[in-house]
Structures are given as structure tokens and as C-alpha cells.
């Protein structure tokens, strides 16, 4: 069996389900759906429908006598008066309300009617409407919690902090290294064994001799044979002179040494005795024997002496500590003419100049050195930011310059809220499990359009005065730069914000730059040397700025260049050009911070007139729209 089941809840619609098998016994076979639904309507009403039966039995039923009986009073059942339809039918009326409420599928009959014809208004109770339940619910409690925000419309620009960073310097000086040289005279006399060395010789003719140098301080005494030529040696004496004692700072520029020697011969022609003071190197014949055949004799060694100049140099060397850590830019003899030295003695010695490290073959040298300094320069951060130079004070000073240099740095403060509206913000929420279980926002946003509206007035203005119809760019800037000595040995520097401390000292240039420094119009790119000394020691620098006709461009092309991928260049080849039409467009306002700026707020303005004078310079540059 099938039953249809009516909701009315603004809309109606049919839904069939499967009925119970005993019900679907009765009509199951059935195919066709109107002939269904009029089966399932005769067993809910507990009527047959006009059609569904003979019509010989339409109208009577029968409940017994003869099969060709077919009107009342030839059945012969008692029951004859139910079929008097012109009678009294209150008894089959009760006979049929007792059958039926015997019946045991009368429950069944009365559920399907009720789920097919719905609400029974002679028995189910009243429909309510919705009114009707909503009045009879009770709201359930809320909680409120508020909160006061504070939304500032008024400002000023707050106190400048104060920083302190460091910069690499550079040095250049001059040193001068000189020396007194002075002289002693060191005399010795031999230590002769006693005896006396002695050694004889034969010879055809002549006889010679020598006093050479072994190597160091030992040398030889020979007597020597032959004729009119050394044919040969005998070794008289070997010895070794007395060192010395040499200082570290003195050198032997002389010496000298001689033995005295006796020679005797047989007491022939030219042969007797000879005796002599042999200086080192000398070869003399002392003897001629004119006999015929080998002659014969001794020689002997008397005695020796020595002498030694010693020179002594003390060296001044006032360029010793540059130079191991800074770098030689030139070095320059001053005098390099011999000079007469007197010694101890009184000898008289012509000594050159000292030839060793440092002097160099020089009595007095000037050398100048360059330094520069390696430190990191943290005060290129704090230009950026546009903080500005008040003092500096070399920390680490060096001969002719600075190793490092300690700025202090005031740097901009910002804007600081002067004035608040208070607006309070409320938030009711009802408990978890209830009929309302969520928050609502009661309260009223505030209005921060004004320092937005403010500053879109002071850029519209600003792109009036800055829009270039030649190249069609919005915000152009201007390379500047101002320089510094890195020496130190200036008092101004040029790249002061201050302008009255560059007047008569500093370009027209630079002058402007501090001011624009001052107003907060320039970007700082960085620093790069102009003037270079030798082997690259830095001199002087400069500093290079991009430089905007307001302190509004210069924040946008802070902000919006790292939007679009524009690039700075380098303190070399800086790049300070206006934005294009469409990189202008590009950029994603929302992003743009506008505190800085928002000290200077003094009226508000519809964003629209920004939109209509752009577009109106635009076309007129273009010629098209």
C-alpha cells in the first residue's frame, strides 16, 4: 500500500512511502495509479466507490438468502429492515459502529486516514500559529561586554630620538727616519807563543814573505822560495785575531793587521838578515841569494798587532709603527753625500750612508703612509630613515686622521597623536546552549577618514606641481650630493642639515640638500670616494641623495618603488626618476603607511577630485582619453 502525506509548512508537497504488507495484499496488483488511489480511498473510508463493484450489488449489499435476490424482503435474513432505504437506519448505523470498533483493523484504517487527510479538526487540537508560539517563548539572557577605542584626529610631529652609529675614517702621515753614526778604533797586538815561531827554508835565489787571510778573523804567515817568482810556501804561523765585541747597532768599516818577521840567512851575497812589519795581503822578496846552488836559513815571527774602525749607527726611526699596518705612498732620501767621521783615535773616516733597512743607503729619508679605516659604516641605515648628523667625535684618532668615528644622529620622531575621539564598542553575546547562541556587534565604527582624506588633499596637490607632460612622469627626483673629508682635518662638512654652518663654505648644492634634508624630501643612496690618494686611500667622499619636491613623494617612493621592483641604482649611477602612468596606478595604495606624514594634516578632502585632475592632466598630455 501507498500513503500520501501533506505537511503545511508554507509550502506543500506529496511524499509517498511503501505501506505495510498487509494493505498492500488488497491492492499490490494494481498498476495504474488513479485505479490504486481509489482502491487505497475505499479501505480508508470503509466505502466502496461507484465503479469498483458490479453493478448489480451497487446499491445494497447482500448478507444471505438466494443468489437472484436482489431487493429487500426475499433474503429472509433477519436483517431484512437494513435494507430499507427509506427507513429508519440508526440500527445499521450502531450495528456498523460496533462492527467497526471490533474490527481489529479499525486502528490501522484511522491511522492511514489521519496520515492521508491530516489535521482531524473535529478531534486533534488546535493548530498554533507562529505568532502564537513566539509569544509563548521567553528570550533568553545576554551578556554585553564594551570596550573603549580611542581614534586619534589630530597631530603633531614628535620629539626627534637620538642615536649614535660609526663610520670608518682615513689617515695620511708624514715620518722621518734619521741617524747619528759615530766611530771607534779598536787596537790589539798578537799573543806570540813563546818560542817564537820559527821555520827554515832553502831556496835556489829568493826569498819571500806573505800574510794572507784565511776567512773570519784567522790568517796566515808564510816564507816563501823561488826565483824572481814564488815556487812555493812554508807556513810560518796561523792565527786567529781577537774579535771585535761588536754591538748590535756597530759594523767593522776598517781594519787592519801586520806581523813583524826576521829572516836569516846563510851570510852570502844578498843572503844575510831582513827584518820587517808584513802587512795582510803583502808579498815581498826580502832575500837574494846570488851563490850558486840551494841556500839555506830560518825565518821567525816577532810579533803582531791589529787595529779595527768600528762604526756605530743609531737609527730614529719615526715611520716604525705605520709601517706595519698602513701603506707606504712615498719615500724620499734626503742626503746621501759621504760624511767625515773622527774616531776615538783621532782617525779620520769618510763613511757613506748607512745601506740597511730602514735608512737605505741614506743619512735622512721623509716617508709618508696611508690609512684606511675598515670598520662598518652603521650610520648608512639611520640616513636612510633620514636621520641627520648633529655631532661627530673621532673615537679611535691616528697620526694625520681618524680610525673610526662616532656620529651622533637625530632622527625624525614621527607623528604623535595630539587629539582623540573616544568611541565605545559593545558586543552582546547569548550563552552557548541558547535559542541565541552567537554575538552581535552593537557597536558604531569610528571614523579614521581624516588623516586619509588629508593627506590624498596634500598628494593631490602635490602631482599638480610635479606632473612632467614632457616625459609623463609623476614625483621625479634630482641627483645631489655633498662631500666630506674622511681625514678630519676640515671643520665644516658639507653634508651638515644644517644650511647656516655651509654658507661661504659649501656649494649652492649642498646648501639646498640640507634643506631638503631638513624637510625630509631627500632619499639617501649612499656614499662613494672622490678623491683618492695613493694606493687607493680614500681622501674624501661624497654622499648621494635623491632629491623630491616633497616630503610626500619622497615617502611614496620609499613605499611604493619595493611595490613595483624599482631600484635605487648606486651612489655612482643613482636612478631618481618619476613614476610612469602606469607604475603610479600600479601601486596597491592599502599599503602605503602615511604616518609619517600625518603631522602636517590640516583638512580633509573627497579622494575624488584626485581621480578627476589626474585624469584631466593625463588627457590634456595625451590629447586622449
Known sequence: MWKRVVCSIGVAFVLVLPGSLAQGAHCGGMTDMYVLAQCEGSHTSGAAAPGMIQS?????????????????????????????????????NNDGATAAATDPRMGELQSTRTAVQGWNLTTSAPVLTSATVAASVTAPPVTESCTDVRTCNAWSEGPPSTETCTVPGSAMSIC???????????????????????VGWSTPHSVFVSLRSLGGNNYEALIGRGHGSVWGWYSLYTFTAPDPGLASDEIVVQSGISVNITVQGDGGPGCGTWTGNVPLGAVWEVLGCSAAGDQGGWARLNSGTGFYHIRKDVISDGCGGLRATWSLISSTCNDTVPRSVTTDTGTVLVLPPPATFPLNACWDRTESYGYQGLGPNTCAPLLQRNCSQTSSVCTSPLPGGCDTYTNTMSCPGGSVCTAETVVRQCTTCGAPDSLVPFCVDASTPPNTNLANAATWLAMLDSI??????????????????????????????????????????????????????????????????????????????????????????????????????????????????????AQFTAINWSLIDFSEWYSNVSASIDPVGITNSMTTRICAATGSC
Open 464 to 581: 599638480k606641481n610635479d606632473w612632467d607632460p614632457a616625459t609623463l612622469r609623476i614625483f621625479t627626483g634630482a641627483r645631489m650630493s655633498c662631500d666630506y673629508d674622511t681625514l678630519g682635518s676640515v671643520i665644516v662638512n658639507c653634508c651638515n642639515t644644517d644650511p647656516s654652518t655651509l654658507i661661504g663654505s659649501c656649494t649652492d648644492e649642498e646648501i639646498q640638500l640640507a634643506k631638503d634634508r631638513q624637510f625630509k624630501k631627500s632619499h639617501y643612496i649612499g656614499d662613494h670616494c672622490v678623491t683618492t690618494g695613493p694606493f687607493g686611500i680614500c681622501l674624501r667622499k661624497e654622499e648621494v641623495y635623491c632629491s623630491y619636491t616633497s616630503q610626500l613623494a619622497r615617502m611614496i617612493h620609499d613605499q611604493g618603488q619595493p611595490q613595483l621592483g624599482m631600484t635605487w641604482g648606486t651612489a655612482d649611477a643613482p636612478i631618481c626618476d618619476g613614476f610612469s602612468v
Open 176 to 198: 722621518q727616519i734619521t741617524v747619528v753614526t759615530t766611530a771607534r778604533t779598536l787596537n790589539y797586538t798578537l799573543t806570540v807563543p813563546s818560542p817564537l815561531p820559527t
Open 56 to 92: 448489480t450489488i451497487g446499491s445494497v449489499p447482500q448478507y444471505g438468502g438466494s443468489p437472484t435476490c436482489q431487493t429487500g424482503g426475499c433474503s429472509g435474513a433477519p436483517q431484512e429492515s437494513y435494507f430499507n432505504t427509506t427507513g429508519d437506519v440508526s440500527a445499521l
